[in-house]
């Protein structure tokens, strides 16, 4: 019989038994999704640098590398791998694309659609850029390096080099590439190897951006340049031996001539948008954090009140199952096999969904280009959702029922007596409520009576409010950070950066004639801040020429806190505020730089300049000179376009003294381009939270009627007409839906705040400002949410009968 009456129960409420079970569906679909997407990303980016080999460290060497070098990088025991290759960038038409040898053991590739090169007239190619049966013909602008000009696609492939839109930058063209191939290393005519590719030891630690396999490739980098000097020298006595003969100084003249040195990268130099991956791991890491513990407390908060609430309804039927005999157990069962139905349902269907459309839409949204996700169902996760679920329920229904059970079922077949009316504030004021209409009195004393069902519907729409508008909210602050940084900050048109240093303007004159003007020249170099127990921060040193007019020009330094304009003295240097925030200093407090060399200067801070993207220390001429005691040199120019932007990247490029040339254009995609997958992450979020709100929103309405029910018959038995019952019932609906927007509006800017600040990384500052237009679209959305439930509850209030309240139970 009891069970025959649960599914009566079903069927007779089903709307909110599916309002129940879509609370906790939202609730675990989104927490298991954003949780889970995560690792499965990473399994699958881990997976495919496995099976690529992917390199660790990329050696370079301004004198070439040879056989011998990769040996002797091969056999120290912090290498696993050492393979040379060779690469260069050539022309595609106006196009840069890169050249790759297809390498034996490292950097494998991923063969999408066609076959391998038989002969050296055949290629693979970017799958994003060519097809199969495509002729790419390239041209070189330096050297003649290339036995073959032509080639023919036999296959398009996916390369680990490259996970990226971005494919980085070049040093021809208009200093953009834009894709790649990979042909067999016999095209290439080189005496020596352009790069060598090393695996680091790793052992097990195979994860990107893990500490562990961080720690295994600065070992094998240390050990590396532990042997770098002698290789270098060994590569110069190698280069000499055909001068043997020669007297000695000629020999030593030639030496003179020579610079060997090595470089090394690793995959944040080498790999397109891996550290920007990196950062966004941290950042949806820092979401899954945070935004689920909302949700959670809202689904809680929702799901038990809509049990508590309906067990206090149907007390009737309580007492008279008690009165029958029926034992307390076998009713607490009745509403259990109900909620736990709806709620075993719910999270079922929640993780299946949310574990799979989630992270597959996540995927979708981040930078990167790697195989398609795997799905995993994780036994251990849905046990832990489930459990939790389950439990819960079970615990509030438990409690309700034994709270009402404690009445004699004489007590239980009475209905709850109404609590009695009090004056409220309001009544106490004349000339404010002798003003309100009848209806809007009986409105307000309703929504003072009935504390409890106020609260919730406070919550429930102050909480999804929240979670709506704090999306908009993070999208303020993430949006618009570029055009901040390389349009009112950093105001030129373009960084040249040049392969040698420069006195004056006379020596940038013939490079520049008539493709550029008004040069402030620059010395741009690295420095490490330096302080005990703070993790040490690279950071770009400016410092310009005399000229304190075209300083300001280009750079438009505010001071973080008064925004008032800092000015360049000999006193000391203007850092951006990142730097003072790491390592907790300000204007008047020292700092710790140490150059390339090892050798650390004690600078003072004179102000901190608000900054968005990357670090900054401006350093003048004078204070300069006075620290190193050397006369300062340029190595980089800023100025502004005479052509347009793309002639003038391709003229500059052209020049032998060129080495880089930074469009501000290029810098400000770049930036925008680094924020875009966690744009459409908190797009998700919004769509998510809307869902929440909805249903919500359609649980507290249709609780709002079903516990007043005879009420609402009574109303109609008094003459209302449907609109005017429909407006009895939602104008406190309405109201209590406009303050819980209020009271979401007032905790959204203390999550907001602490939700920035830990999207940011040591790079990146984002904006602290909301626009009005958020607040606008939150609450907009919420109530047209609101006014939605109306409408599809107003023919459940159609059906309510008269009948009903002629029924009593005395």
Not at 358 to 385: E, G
Request: negative net charge; proline residues 2%; hydrophobic residues 40%.
């Amino acid at each position: 019989m009891l069970l025959k009456n649960t599914i009566k129960k079903i069927k007779k409420s089903f709307g909110r038994y599916i309002s129940l079970m879509m609370i906790i569906l939202i609730g675990v679909a989104f927490y298991a999704g954003i949780k889970e997407s995560i690792p499965d990303m990473k399994e699958v980016q881990t997976n495919y640098y496995q099976e690529t080999n992917l390199m660790d460290i990329k050696v370079q060497g301004s004198l070439g590398l040879t056989n011998t070098d990769v040996e002797a990088i091969r056999n120290l025991p912090e290498v696993e791998d050492a393979e040379g290759s060779y690469s260069k960038f050539v022309m595609e038409e106006d196009h840069v694309i890169k050249v790759h040898a297809l390498t034996d053991e490292i950097n494998g590739v991923d063969l999408i659609e066609g076959a391998y090169p038989e002969d050296d007239s055949s290629c693979l190619a970017d799958a994003n850029t060519y097809h199969v049966g495509d002729v790419i013909t390239v041209r070189e602008v330096e050297g003649e390096n290339l036995k073959v000009h032509e080639f023919t696609v036999t296959g398009t492939i996916r390369s680990p080099l490259y996970t990226g839109a971005d494919y980085g930058d070049a040093d021809i063209g208009n200093g953009s590439l834009t894709s790649y191939i990979f042909v067999p290393e016999t095209v290439f005519d080189y005496d020596t190897y352009t790069e060598i590719y090393v695996t680091a030891n790793k052992g097990d630690n195979n994860v990107p951006y893990s500490s562990a396999y961080n720690e295994a490739v600065n070992d094998a980098v240390q050990a590396i340049e532990g042997i770098s000097s002698e290789r270098e020298e060994a590569r110069i006595d190698e280069l000499l031996e055909p001068y043997q003969g020669y007297p000695e100084e000629v020999v030593e003249e030639i030496r003179s001539g020579l610079t060997s040195d090595w470089y090394l990268f690793d995959r944040d130099d080498v790999v397109t948008m891996y550290t920007t991956t990196g950062h966004e791991y941290n950042q949806l890491t820092t979401l899954s954090n945070v935004i689920p513990i909302f949700f959670i407390i809202i689904v809680v908060l929702m799901t038990s009140n809509t049990m508590s609430r309906m067990i206090v309804e149907e007390r009737g039927e309580m007492g008279t199952f008690a009165s029958l005999g029926i034992t307390n157990k076998r009713i607490i069962f009745n509403y259990l096999v109900y909620v736990l139905s709806s709620t075993i349902l719910g999270t079922i269907l929640g993780y299946l969904l949310g574990s799979i459309i989630i992270p597959q839409l996540i995927y979708i949204c981040f930078p990167i280009d790697i195989p398609p996700l795997s799905y995993h169902f994780r036994i251990d996760y849905f046990c832990i959702y489930l459990l939790v679920a389950v439990t819960l329920m079970f615990l509030v229904t438990v409690y309700s029922c034994h709270r009402e059970l404690k009445n004699q079922p004489a007590n239980l077949l009475r209905p709850v007596s109404p609590k009695s009316g009090k004056t409220i504030l309001l009544e106490r004021i004349g000339f404010i409520w002798n003003h309100l209409s009848f209806s809007w009195k009986i409105t307000l004393r309703n929504i003072f009576r009935y504390k409890k069902r106020v609260f919730m519907t406070l919550i429930g729409t102050a909480g999804c409010t929240m979670l709506i508008m704090i999306g908009f909210a993070v999208q303020d602050s993430i949006n618009g950070v570029g055009e901040k940084q390389f349009q009112e900050i950093h105001r030129y048109d373009n960084l040249v950066v040049l392969n040698h240093t420069v006195q004056n303007h006379e020596e940038v004159e013939p490079i520049i004639d008539g493709i550029v003007t008004n040069e402030l020249l620059l010395n741009q170099s690295y420095y490490d801040v330096i302080k005990d127990g703070v993790d040490d921060l690279s950071v770009t040193v400016l410092i310009p020429e005399d000229d304190s007019t075209k300083f300001k020009h280009y750079f438009d330094l505010e001071d973080n806190e008064t925004k008032d304009n800092l000015t360049l003295t000999d006193d000391g240097v203007i850092i951006s505020n990142k730097i003072a925030d790491l390592f907790s200093v300000q204007a008047g407090d020292t700092i710790s730089l140490r150059d390339s060399n090892d050798t650390v200067y004690q600078v003072k801070v004179s102000g901190v300049a608000l900054n968005y993207v990357s670090n900054y220390i401006y350093m003048s001429k004078g204070l300069y000179e006075s620290l190193t005691g050397d006369e300062l040199t340029f190595n980089s120019f800023v100025s502004e376009d005479v052509l347009d932007e793309e002639e003038v990247s391709t003229e500059l490029l052209n020049q032998d003294e060129v080495l880089s040339v930074n469009l501000a254009s290029t810098l400000l995609a770049k930036s925008n381009g680094g924020i875009e997958g966690l744009n459409y992450i908190i797009a998700l979020l919004v769509i998510i939270s809307c869902l929440l709100c909805f249903a919500v929103l359609y649980n507290l309405t249709s609780i709002n009627i079903s516990e007043r029910t005879r009420e609402i018959a009574t109303l109609k038995v008094l003459g209302f007409k449907d609109l005017e019952t429909n407006e009895y019932i939602y104008r406190e609906t309405l109201v209590t839906v406009f303050v819980g927007i209020l009271l979401g509006f007032c905790m959204t800017p203390f999550l907001h705040a602490y939700l920035i600040d830990l999207l940011e990384n040591e790079t990146v500052t984002f904006l602290r400002t909301i626009q009005v237009t958020s607040f606008v679209w939150a609450g907009l959305l919420t109530l047209a949410f609101s006014i939605l439930m109306q409408i599809i509850t107003f023919f459940k209030l159609k059906r309510i009968n008269m009948i009903e309240s002629l029924k009593s139970v005395e």
